[in-house]
């Protein structure tokens, strides 16, 4: 059984820019979900794909946005970043329906300077 | 006020000690509890989860949820200097895969 990956590890980027990343679900899992975690603190929900559409977001502006393919794999992409978007950018699967089992990946360190 | 409180420690105990982590929360719709690991610079690791109230045990590990009280438990057995992480506490309500994190307590078992 393949666990969840995501990539790249560590990305450095400039205030302003765009940036995506990547995950892939666990094998048998349809349901992606992506956090933010600052310094410090517990994960922050962003919101959740299934089948391809996002089904439920948290508090967070529209230039966070993202992506679920037919594999189940997904993206989540920021625009016009800001300083504090640095954070762990972290992505769970599960089953449908079963979101007290959310298995996370390792997770993407992002700094904005 | 946070949905969801938790003491961020540190806690430091000897190794085999019993181990008492806690949270509280405020919103009385919260069914599933969960209880994960994360090592530095690593992603969490899911424990356990209990529905409702009650009990759960698993090894070392025993969850407990007293939704009168609005706190949930985590106790850990003969700890080992292997425990020592940040240990969150997430819930989730009806209809919602959302989960809600405390901000996490970090342990530390000394040899």
């Known amino acids: 059984e393949t666990g969840v990956t995501q990539s790249p590890t560590h990305l450095i980027k400039t205030r302003g820019q765009q940036v995506t990343l990547r995950c892939s679900s666990q094998s048998g899992h349809n349901t992606v979900s992506w956090y933010q975690q600052a310094l410090g603190q517990g994960p922050q929900f962003i919101f959740q794909y299934y089948r391809e559409e996002e089904n439920g977001r948290g508090n967070f502006p529209p230039r966070f946005s993202g992506l679920q393919f037919p594999n189940y794999s997904s993206e989540l992409n920021v625009n016009a970043l800001e300083l504090d978007d640095s954070a762990l950018y972290l992505c769970?699967?599960?089953?449908?329906?079963?979101?007290?089992?959310?298995?996370f990946g390792p997770g993407t360190r992002l700094t904005v300077t | 006020q946070k949905e969801v409180e938790q003491d961020p420690g540190p806690l430091s105990v000897p190794e085999g000690a019993i181990v008492s982590l806690n949270c509280t929360y405020s919103?009385?719709?919260?069914?599933?509890f969960m209880w994960y690991r994360q090592y530095s610079r690593k992603g969490p690791e899911l424990l356990m989860y209990?529905?409702?109230?009650g009990n759960k045990e698993d090894g070392r590990f025993t969850a407990q949820v007293d939704k009168s009280s609005k706190y949930i438990s985590l106790f850990i057995r003969d700890s080992q200097p292997s425990d020592s992480a940040t240990y969150l506490c997430a819930m989730s309500g009806p209809g919602t895969d959302k989960l809600i994190f405390g901000t996490g307590t970090r342990l530390q078992v000394f040899p």
């Open positions: 209990t529905y409702s109230s």
């Open positions: 769970a699967s599960s089953l449908a329906g079963a979101g007290y089992e959310q298995y």
């Open positions: 919103n009385s719709a919260f069914q599933y």
